[in-house]
């Protein structure tokens, strides 16, 4: 593996690892029902809980890696090659879109999860009860296994695509194909020169002796 792949793969790794170690975090400490207390008959007291900033810091820790990963790798449709390896093409192809899908997903999650953790008293009336808002189960934990899934097929992606890179020799240019290049030599009006094929013989080869015929071998005339 080259060292730029390296440090691409380390990077996103730790940061996707500490995405997810984040969100589980998030999700151990969010608040729960039971821990709201009732201070009058329209106010809730929350208590203090770490779950905000774990939320953010997985939310910001996924769109780092996943920025990485795309400054990475440039625009997909600039990389393609047509003389790559087709499955590692369709491979890359695959992982991106699906690590974008997964990443907006996880990164939703994470926002609103932190989100609705950070209330402040306020109740809301439902068919005449009063109900406080909390984090459902699941949510920090749903987000962290995305972010997961996001961080890990953006790697592949990212292999996948350098992969299939240096497997064929031809690429594509945004919205086409690169220009033919002639073998030849340009002179200065653009025209192509051509190169001969077959070497120019020498003059001793080219060069023949003198045939000697018979004089009774053709017909003289004699002209008056």
């Not at 609103?112 to 009336?125: C, F, I, K, Y």
Request: contains cysteine; aromatic residues 10%.
């Amino acid at each position: 593996m080259e060292r730029k792949a390296l440090l691409v793969c380390s990077v996103v790794g730790v940061l996707g690892l500490l995405s997810v170690a984040s969100g589980f975090g998030a999700e151990a400490t969010r608040i729960k029902g039971s821990q709201v207390q009732f201070t009058t008959t329209t106010q809730c007291a929350y208590p203090r809980s770490p779950a905000l900033g774990l939320g953010l810091t997985a939310a910001v820790s996924l769109m780092l890696a996943q920025v990485i990963i795309n400054i990475a790798t440039g625009c997909i449709c600039c990389r393609g090659s047509p003389h790559s390896s087709h499955s590692n093409w369709t491979l890359a192809l695959v992982c991106f879109f699906v690590s974008w899908f997964t990443f907006v997903v996880a990164f939703l999650l994470l926002l609103t999860g932190a989100a609705l953790n950070d209330q402040h008293g306020e109740q809301s009336m439902y068919f005449g009860n009063y109900y406080c808002y909390v984090v459902k189960p699941g949510v920090f934990a749903g987000g962290a296994l995305l972010a997961l899934a996001s961080v890990t097929l953006g790697i592949l992606y990212y292999l996948a695509l350098n992969s299939a890179k240096s497997g064929g020799s031809g690429s594509f240019l945004c919205g086409g194909h690169h220009p033919p290049t002639t073998t030849g030599p340009m002179n200065n009006s653009g025209i192509a020169m051509g190169q001969p094929q077959f070497p120019a013989q020498s003059s001793s080869t080219t060069t023949q002796d003198p045939v000697f015929v018979h004089e009774d071998t053709y017909m003289r005339r004699q002209f008056t």
